[in-house]
C-alpha cells in the first residue's frame, strides 16, 4: 500500500506539472508578451541532436497565408486561407487538433502568396485578427463566436500592395491599428465594442507593415509607429502627435520598432538602413545614429541587452551595439536571409530559402552553433514568389514553424 501511495503521489504530482507548464505558454500576440521577439521561457534544449528537436505533431489545414501563431496557455489561434475565405483558426496545443474556426472575410490574392499576413491577437477572453484586405474580427476564445467586425476600408485605409500585415496592438481599452490615408493614418477603436474612439488626421501616410508598440514616458502612456516616411510617437489617450522624426522607408517597411527606455530603434529594407531616436523633454525625439549597417526587410531584429541581432540584407547576420550602431560582428556564409527569434540563451534563426533552422549562441562574441535542421516536409502549395517567410516562435516548450498551409510543433523543452 505504501509503495501504491508513493506511485500515486508521483503520478499526482507529474500531471500538475505538466498543467502548469501547459499553462505557462503565453505568446498572446505578435513577437510574443512585450512585442520584442524574446521568450522567457528557461531549462530549454541548448543543443539539439544531429536530427533536431523531436517533432511533436503537424498540422496541415492551416490553409493559404504568412500568419504566425499566438498561443496562450492550451490553444494557439492563427490565420488561414481556406475554401476562398480567410480564417482565424483555433488549434489544440498538445495535440495540433482544431477547435474551430471563424471567417474573417474573402481571400487576399497576391503574386507573393495569398491569404493573411498578420498575428491575432489575444486579450483575456477575446480573440482579434486583421485579414488581409483590412477586416478586423473580434471573437470569443472559447468557441470563435464574432462579437463585431470592422473594416479599415471604413475609417479611409486602402489595402497596401502586399496587403494588410501589422498585428492589432491592444492597449488599455483601446485596440491600435493603421489603415493609413487622408483621414487619419493610426486608429483606436474600443476593444469591447469596435467603435471609433479617435483617429490621428495629422498623420496621412499610406499604410504599410509594421506593428504599433506602446511604451511610457514622463508619465505620458506613448504609442510608437514607423510609417513609410516618418517614425511618430503618439499620446495614446487622445491620439494626438507628439513628435515626429524622418524616415527614408522605401517600397515595404515592415519590421516592428525596437523601444527600450527612452530610445527607439528602426530599421528597413530596400536600402533604408536604420536609425535611433531618443525620447527627451517636452515629448520631443531627436536622431542618435543612423547607417546601413542593418538594412532589415521583414525577418526581425532582437535587441539582447546592449546589443542589437537580426540579418541585415547583403551583409549576412549582424550583431550591432545598440546605443552606438556600431558593427560587433557579422557572418555571411553560414546561413541565408531569414527571421529569428530568442530563447533561454539561444538564437533560433530561421532561413527564408531552404526552410533551414539554426540554434546559435546568443553572444556579441560570434556566431557559435549549437544544432540545425531542414524543415520537413515542406508545402507544395507555395506561391513561385514565395518563400518560409513566417516568424519562428517559441512558447511552452515547443518551437513553431509555419510554411503556409504545415504548421509544426517541435518539443524544446529539454525534458
Not at 514622463?218 to 499620446?235: A, E, H, P, R, T
Not at 522605401?250 to 519590421?255: D, M, Q, R, T
Not at 530603434?265 to 542593418?294: D, I, R
Request: a negative charge; charged letters at 20%.
Amino acid at each position: 500500500m505504501k509503495n501504491f501511495h508513493f506511485w500515486l503521489a508521483c503520478f499526482v504530482s507529474l500531471a500538475i506539472t505538466n498543467l502548469l507548464e501547459a499553462e505557462e505558454a503565453y505568446w498572446p500576440q505578435w513577437q510574443g508578451k512585450s512585442q520584442d521577439s524574446v521568450s522567457t521561457e528557461t531549462g530549454l534544449l541548448q543543443d539539439w541532436p544531429e536530427q533536431g528537436p523531436e517533432q511533436v505533431w503537424r498540422f496541415e489545414d492551416c490553409g493559404l497565408g504568412y500568419s504566425g501563431p499566438a498561443i496562450v496557455g492550451e490553444r494557439l489561434y492563427i490565420l488561414g486561407a481556406r475554401n476562398g475565405e480567410e480564417q482565424l483558426i483555433c488549434l489544440q496545443v498538445s495535440n495540433g487538433k482544431e477547435i474551430w474556426s471563424t471567417s474573417i472575410g474573402p481571400t487576399l490574392e497576391n503574386a507573393w502568396g495569398d491569404g493573411p499576413r498578420s498575428t491575432p491577437t489575444v486579450d483575456g477572453s477575446l480573440v482579434y485578427a486583421l485579414g488581409a484586405q483590412g477586416s478586423l474580427i473580434c471573437c470569443n476564445v472559447e468557441d470563435g463566436q464574432l462579437n463585431w467586425s470592422k473594416s479599415l476600408l471604413e475609417l479611409g485605409g486602402e489595402v497596401p500592395v502586399w496587403g494588410f500585415s501589422e498585428s492589432p496592438t491592444i492597449h488599455d481599452q483601446k485596440i491600435l491599428c493603421t489603415p493609413g490615408g487622408k483621414e487619419g493614418a493610426i486608429v483606436a477603436l474600443d476593444k469591447i465594442s469596435g467603435n471609433l474612439l479617435w483617429q490621428t488626421d495629422e498623420l496621412t501616410d499610406t499604410p504599410h507593415y509594421s506593428s504599433i508598440v506602446t511604451t511610457e514616458h514622463l508619465g505620458k502612456q506613448v504609442g510608437i509607429q514607423l510609417l513609410v516616411s516618418q517614425l511618430v510617437g503618439f499620446d495614446l489617450q487622445t491620439g494626438k502627435l507628439l513628435w515626429s522624426v524622418p524616415w527614408g522607408g522605401s517600397v515595404a517597411v515592415v519590421p516592428t520598432p525596437i523601444v527600450w527606455e527612452n530610445k527607439i530603434f528602426v530599421t528597413s529594407g530596400y536600402g533604408a538602413g536604420c536609425m535611433m531616436v531618443k525620447m527627451g523633454a517636452g515629448h520631443t525625439a531627436e536622431k542618435v545614429y543612423e547607417n546601413k549597417l542593418m538594412v532589415n526587410q521583414h525577418g526581425s531584429v532582437i535587441r539582447l541587452e546592449e546589443n542589437l541581432f537580426g540579418y541585415s540584407d547583403k551583409k549576412g547576420w549582424t550583431c550591432l551595439d545598440f546605443d552606438t550602431g556600431e558593427k560587433i560582428w557579422r557572418e555571411r556564409k553560414k546561413l541565408g536571409k531569414g527571421a529569428i527569434a530568442y530563447a533561454d540563451g539561444r538564437f533560433y534563426c530561421l532561413s527564408e530559402d531552404e526552410g533551414e533552422i539554426v540554434l546559435i549562441e546568443a553572444s556579441a562574441e560570434g556566431w557559435e552553433e549549437h544544432g540545425r535542421f531542414v524543415l520537413e516536409p515542406q508545402t507544395e502549395i507555395r506561391s513561385d514568389r514565395g518563400k518560409v517567410w513566417t516568424h519562428p516562435v517559441i512558447a511552452g516548450g515547443r518551437l513553431y514553424l509555419r510554411d503556409q498551409d504545415l504548421l509544426f510543433s517541435f518539443d524544446v523543452s529539454g525534458r
